[in-house]
Structure formats: C-alpha cells, structure tokens
C-alpha cells in the first residue's frame, strides 16, 4: 500500500520549501538525493518521488539525467502550467486576459520611467529604428515584442516580469496566431510606430506620467481594434 | 526501472488538459480511475500517480480518499504554491508583491466602475457603516479586506480576482501580521474610512477615472505609510 497517506508528498514539498525560506536552498542548487531525502525525512521513496515530480511539473525543480534533481535557475515558466489549466477551466476569455496583461504593463511602465538604465534606451532607440525598415508584419510583431520586454525588465520587479511573461505566453497560447496579427493588421504600421515612439521620448525624459499615459495609448488603440474585430 | 522515461507523466497531464480544452472534462468532474488511464494511455500506474499528484499540488486536482480523482471547481490555491515557492527563491521584496498588488487593484477598480451592480453597492454602504463603528484595529482591517474582496469581484474579471486572490495570499504569509498592523496603524481611522467613502461614491457614480484616482490614492497612502516604516 505505498499511498496510505496520500499527504505524504506534501510533508515533502513543505520541507524543501522550508529549507529555500531558510536560505539553506538556493537557485540553481542540487536537492539531496531521494535515498537521503527518504532517510532524513522517514518516508517511502515513492513520497519523495511523487513530491519531486510536483515540483518538476511546477516547474521549479528540474531533474538531470544521472546527475539528481536541482533547483532551477529561471522560473519563467513555473506559474505557466497551472495558469494555463485553470483558464481553460474557467473559460476565461481573451478580453480578460488582456485586461490582466493590460494592468502588468501600466506598472510596468511607471516603475521603468524611474528605473530605466541609458544602454536599455540605447536598446530601446535601436529597435524603433528597425521597426521603421520593418518589411513585414512578422518582423514587425517581433521587434514590438522585443521593445515591450525591455520596458519590462527595466520596471526592475522581478515578480511583476515573471507573472505579466506567464500572462503573454497564455496569450500567445490561447489566442490563435491569425488573431494576434488581424490585432496588430487592425492598427496601421504608422499608428504603431507613433505610439512606440512617444512610448520611448516619455521613457527617455523619465516622466512617470508621460510613460503611463503613452502606455495607456498604446493599450486603447489595441483595444479599440479587438473591439472592433469582436 | 520506473523510472525509465522521466517524461511519461507530461504525456498524462497533456492527456488530461487537452480532455479539458476539448470540454470533454469540466469543473467537478471525476477524472477516469487510475487503471483505466493507464490502459487507455499505455503507461505505468506510477507515471499515472505521478501526473495526478502534480496536479494536486498545482491545485487543480482534488483526490477524494475512496472515491477517485475530480476537477477542483474553485482555483483560487491554484497558483499559490508555484507563485509562494518562485518568489522565496527569487528573494523577491515585499514592495515587489505591493506594486504588483496595486496594479491588479487598480484594474479591478476601474472595471468595477462599469460593472458593479446595485447589490454589491448595498453591501459597500453596509460595510462603511460597519467601519464608522469599528472598535478595534482588527474588526477595521477585517472589514477593510471584506470592501477590497467586494470591488474586487466586481470587475467581473474571473482571471484578474484569482491572480489577485494569489498575491494577497502571498503578502498575508511573507509580510509578517503586526507590520500589516503597522501598516494600518500608520493611517489614521479617520483617513482610511475618508478613502474607502471616496471609493464608494465614485463606484456610486460608475465614473471610470474617479475610481481609479480614489484607488490610486488607497494605495499612495498605504505607500506612504510603508516607506516611512522601512
């Protein structure tokens, strides 16, 4: 009967959780192996092993071959599986997803207006000039990816980054790829680099409303084109 | 060798979330038993423990001890341990939680400007009447979360309230009771009852930017307050 108690995992889970509050666990760190684990905790290497695997599936241990389960070091995607399963079953729509993503990004860009470094700028100037000789809606699409992820990272929230990354993946999963570019088709390649480009001036001059407001542009300008599609 | 192919339990999980997007498995229901899962899928009995644990973790799954597998029908832990685990490891501040919080609030705020109905306003004035006469730190701060908990639900945004339902988790366990108490204490009765009355009227009056700057001046003096504390 190795499921008597079906909590076992649990106490698993728990102890390594404890030992990441406590610091004794870091990123990146190998766990100790599961005969230790079995032996230090007093239960079946079943336990361990069904507690490792919620943990891999979480997405916040990963397991090497021959080499024992570590720690990762990029928990992007941890919050991604669950995230997924529980919109599904909540037949949630898109509109509030982007409703979600929306809020994420307007933070984000009030926090980057003080945080922004100059080489993100710098960063931020070079893709605006590619978006200008952008031949495609493909390249297009990415280059606008790529400027939304910088003005991203620059808020410096590393939980704010992770949950609005989750937030775009679940989006790019559950809002087919035609959807997406009849969005970005919606809104003529002009409006976008105005809207990009005023993001970037508001970004430079460091002005927290500025952003906010070029933000909240950018946002009602897709909104209106979703609207317009629905 | 159970473990011969670490992946197998991804193929379960797959199986399951794809019955999920199919709608062929919704909220409440039972998931096939064990056996039949490892017959209809070809693989071991262990993988199949292993995928249905991880989705208990994950809060998806709920095992009825005799009575096999369901789909939870309420989500809101779903996220909570992933999101618990990745910020200790991120070593994330509580003013990274706050800023994250603040943004889905204000969200929250300015949906509920166009969705509240006249019920969730009663229950609003309701709770008001209850803070004037509040007599202690603890009976306030309850009815403080009870009006949060209310506008937030009535955003109508099922995503947008789990999420948020997450992160206030998140604070309650890692920024320790008394500086929550602090927090409150750090704010007279009289200016937090002055903007939970401001809220309510401006949701009174379904004025989008009115709730949102009643919100958002919640939120600068909780700021405030904070700051000064650290």
Excluded: W
């Amino acid at each position: 009967m190795p499921n008597k108690n079906p909590k076992v995992y649990d106490q698993v889970i728990d102890d390594i959780k404890n030992k990441i509050k406590s610091g004794e666990i870091k990123k990146g760190d190998r766990l100790p192996s599961e005969r230790e684990l079995s032996e230090s905790l007093g239960v079946s290497r079943t336990s361990i092993r069904e507690a490792i695997r919620a943990l891999e599936v979480i997405g916040l241990v990963e397991s090497r071959r021959g080499a024992g389960n570590y720690i990762k070091t990029n928990f992007e995607d941890s919050l991604f599986e669950p995230l997924s399963v529980m919109f599904m079953l909540q037949e949630s729509s898109p509109r509030e997803m982007f409703d979600v993503r929306e809020s994420l990004e307007l933070q984000c860009a009030r926090l980057s207006a003080k945080n922004i470094q100059d080489n993100e700028l710098a960063l931020l100037a070079a893709i605006l000039d590619r978006m200008y000789l952008a031949e495609s809606e493909e390249e297009s699409l990415e280059l606008d990816i790529k400027f939304h992820y910088i003005v991203a990272k620059a808020s410096r929230n590393v939980l704010l980054i992770n949950v609005l990354e989750v937030i775009s993946q679940l989006m790019d999963e559950f809002i087919k790829k035609f959807r997406m570019q009849i969005l970005h088709v919606g809104n003529t390649k002009e409006s976008l680099l105005e809207i990009h480009e005023n993001l970037f001036r508001a970004l430079k001059s460091r002005d927290e409303a500025k952003v906010y407001n070029a933000m909240k542009e950018h946002f009602n300008l897709i909104r209106k084109a979703y609207d317009y599609d629905e």
